[in-house]
């Protein structure tokens, strides 16, 4: 599993760090200049290397899961990461969504952390997907689905609490950890499909938010055409696409550069194709001059090494 942590994280960042210079640019313009490597400054002004938000909150989520599952220890190292004591890359923050802003003001005030995040159908953006992953691996030998959709929901919740993001995290994890069995990648697709398909049988949630899914859930997403994928900040946007990029690409840096070429929320949809594609095809698959041009890559494979001890 050592390898899988490391791998997960490492993907995680790297597609990161290639899509935040270009956040932002349009399908058109990437397809006219299209990124092919790790480059710096452009869109936020950062080094090249630099991960967002969408890092640093998986890094704080992670740190806090070293120690065992404690929501208000992981609300904390939000808090932490926005007062620029944890995890940042530079010690600032140049880019944060709007829902996770509010929903740290709201833990700073002492808020129970699961009621800290947006209820409402305007607060799906794709800020607690991003940041899910680590979960995956603190739940990678739990076989109780109703145990991991509660984790994920509370997990989520801290600054997205509506149905759609959470559902959105519970699928994604439950691919992840289809695909850490080490399945192959359409057969844990359609494992997760029979998963979620399942969990969902004896419950009452909402049928037109379920329905949502059903690109993912009932169709085949990879056999999309590209312009029937979107990649907004959208939570259910930035799930279709992720899946998308990784069913239908041969390495990780053929899923990220994909990835970051959609455009828009270039940065996030490369993260979160990222973390698919590494703990899939490995730490190995990644161009190493990716990982070396990568800020705090030592600090990132201690925190990989911290985490391992505490998922086996």
């Known amino acids: ?186 057969d844990a697709y359609t494992e997760m499909k029979n998963t979620v398909s399942a969990f969902l049988k004896d419950k009452k949630f909402n049928s037109a938010e379920i329905q949502l899914f059903d690109r993912i859930l009932k169709n085949d997403i990879s056999k999309y055409s590209e312009d029937e994928i979107q990649s907004s900040g959208y939570v259910l946007h930035s799930l279709e696409a992720s899946f998308w990029c990784f069913l239908n690409s041969d390495s990780y840096s053929a899923t990220v550069l994909k990835a970051v070429n959609l455009g828009e929320d270039t940065d996030t949809t490369g993260a979160i194709a990222g973390v698919l594609a590494g703990i899939y095809f490995g730490i190995e698959n990644i161009p190493e001059k990716w990982i070396k041009n990568l800020v705090r890559a030592h600090d990132i494979k201690d925190l990989a090494q911290r985490l391992l001890k505490n998922t086996n």
């Open 1 to 186: 599993m050592k390898n899988k942590i490391e791998s997960g994280l490492f993907g995680l960042a790297v597609g990161d760090a290639l899509g935040v210079p270009v956040e932002f640019k349009s399908r058109e313009y990437l397809k006219q200049n299209p990124v092919t490597e790790m480059f710096g400054f452009g869109t936020h002004h950062q080094p090249i290397g630099t991960w967002s938000d969408d890092s640093s909150l998986a890094f704080c989520l992670a740190e806090s899961l070293c120690t065992g599952y404690d929501l208000n220890d992981i609300a904390r190292n939000f808090v932490k990461w926005y007062n620029e004591e944890l995890w940042t890359p530079h010690g600032k923050i140049f880019d944060i969504g709007i829902a996770t802003t509010h929903a740290i003001h709201n833990i700073a005030k002492g808020h129970q952390p699961d009621l800290c995040g947006g209820f409402s159908e305007s607060d799906n953006g794709n800020g607690s997907l991003m940041r899910i992953l680590p979960l995956a691996f603190y739940l990678q030998n739990e076989n109780d689905t109703e145990v991991i959709f509660q984790k994920v929901k509370e997990v989520s919740s801290i600054t997205h609490a509506h149905f759609r993001s959470i559902f959105a995290c519970f699928i994604y994890v439950i691919y992840c950890l289809r695909i850490l069995k080490k399945k192959d990648k359409f």
